[in-house]
């Protein structure tokens, strides 16, 4: 099974824009985007697909970006500290860009992926699940590969991605085992299944 | 039939909370847009959505509560008391929720972060669906998907290969969402999708018409129950699913590809998938966001997939009357072509009163259009590219 696992302590820089086949996308990725854009690159620059290829992806619980929080919070109370509706209307939500929308959509990776790569298949994004990752792949229409990804960031700032082209029987096997917890942490056992093998 | 039969549902709707309820409220046309009334939305630019209603009235909850998740509750608990759950063993029954994205206490946060992060004043959908599966006793898998406006059509199209893998489960599936709070609704309207109607609040969602002018963010939860065609109670089905397909644009994520070739291709799919071909087909219910663009592709897809005939099937939508209920909007949708169906009549699509002339689609308006109806096309499309779509037939 094709596998690529990459991984970005939090103040290092993901290197997206040297993966990026369209580099005006890159103002809409967040961390994660970022990070699965590469690892899909690094995948699909050994494998050719063809574009109905099922792909499903699994966004795993974002701890750590807050995508402005601080700034929409911090323009939206009076100077008592108290919350103020006409404040936040005027001031704190227009405190982050509007392409910050984009960031906190939970199909994000999935679709730029599909658009990097041409993608049009069979899709679908699974929220912090391996089980229903595996559960969602193992109904996959056609009798071809599945491209399965996951990103996560993580509370201290980290961030993962990975990918893998799993084929039928890579995929009845996984789901044979007791996968618990998000996809993120069964990519990394993958990965280190296959190191010891 | 090779899909898979609907034998039960739930529905907490803008129209009202029960299947009856809604039923009721769609054959009166009423419309559940409003003035949102269950928050505060003064000094807001734009303040029509569709909320959650019972008896009559908007569905107030205190500050903090995840109204969705409590939607999806109320949902679960109709289904539930139908009975068709107890014919499984928990081990093999399953729940596959369509959500958006998590709740977040944006005042909560405001009035008592101190010390703590941020991440705990949000609500995990995929923890609402986990908790909610223990609660009623689903013991055979559970996921949320999270594919925005298809999230809830994705998850009933897998729910219909399960049942096809494994006829001896059962599967619970549709979506829940809710998007009226204070950060969820103002990051639409900085997205431009909301609608600006200067007129009536029953008039700003406008699938279709020549004046549309934006989404009405909706909010509700939408469940059903699915089984093997020969394993369910004839006299409990409500309608058959009976294909699924789902595609993406890889386009942009701002806008639906206007040559709309792979929203056709999803049809197309689905209706091979179902064993009939785009003739079979005689209805369709449309996403119908009453966004500018979305319109144009939805009718671009039609021409693809029925070529001459796209101006004479008559076609419906229904977010006019239930706003866009984001995660959950394909599965309530999903009720009124199971309404549809039953009733064989289209009702009409509210507030397209002036057909744009660049979409010559037979939009049924008016009055309720009666015509024998086997199968419905629904078909749905997500910002960021993704399409699904269905066939349901008549039991």
Known sequence: ?197 | MSGAAITAAGVVSPLGTGVAEFREGLHTARCGIDHIACFDVSHFPTDFGAEVRADGKVVQMPQGADRKAAFLRQALQELSAQGGLDRYAPSVRRLNLGAGIDYFDFLGYLERSAGQNWRDFSVRSSRVVEALAGEFDIAGGHLANVSACVASTQAIGLSMRQIRANPGTTVVCGGFDSMLSHLHYMGFYHLGALSNWPGEAAGACRPFDRRRCGLVIGEGAAVYQLEDPAQADPAKILGFLSGYASTMDAYMVTDPDPGAQQLANAALLAIADAGLTPDDIDSVDLHGTGTYKNALAEARALEIVFGGRYREIPVFALKGQIGHLIGGCGAMELLGVIDALQEQRILPSVNCEEIDPELPLNIVRGEPLALPLRHILKINAAFGGQNTAMVLSAP
């Open chain 1, 1 to 197: 099974m094709k596998l690529i696992f990459e991984s970005y302590v939090a103040d290092e820089s993901v290197p997206v824009a040297e993966f990026v086949r369209n580099r005006k996308l890159v103002k809409y990725f967040n961390r994660e985007t970022a990070a699965v854009i590469v690892a899909a690159r690094r995948l699909l620059d050994q494998v050719e697909l063809v574009p109905d290829t099922p792909f499903y992806y699994e966004t795993g619980v974002m701890e750590f970006e807050n995508l402005g929080l601080e700034a929409i919070a911090a323009g939206s109370v009076d100077a008592a500290g108290l919350f103020d509706q006409q404040r936040f209307v005027e001031l704190g939500t227009k405190a982050v860009p509007p392409l910050t929308q984009f960031k906190a959509l939970y199909n994000m990776p999935l679709s730029f992926v599909a658009i990097e790569n041409a993608l049009m298949g069979d899709s679908a994004v699974i929220y912090a699940s391996a089980r229903g990752l595996l559960d969602q792949a193992l109904m996959a229409p056609g009798d071809g590969p599945v491209l399965l990804g996951s990103g996560k960031v993580y509370a201290d700032g980290r961030v993962e991605a990975a990918f893998a082209l799993p084929g039928r029987e890579d995929i009845l096997r996984q789901s044979r085992r007791s996968w618990e917890g998000e996809a993120i942490a069964m990519f990394r056992q993958w990965r280190n299944e296959e190191a010891h093998a």
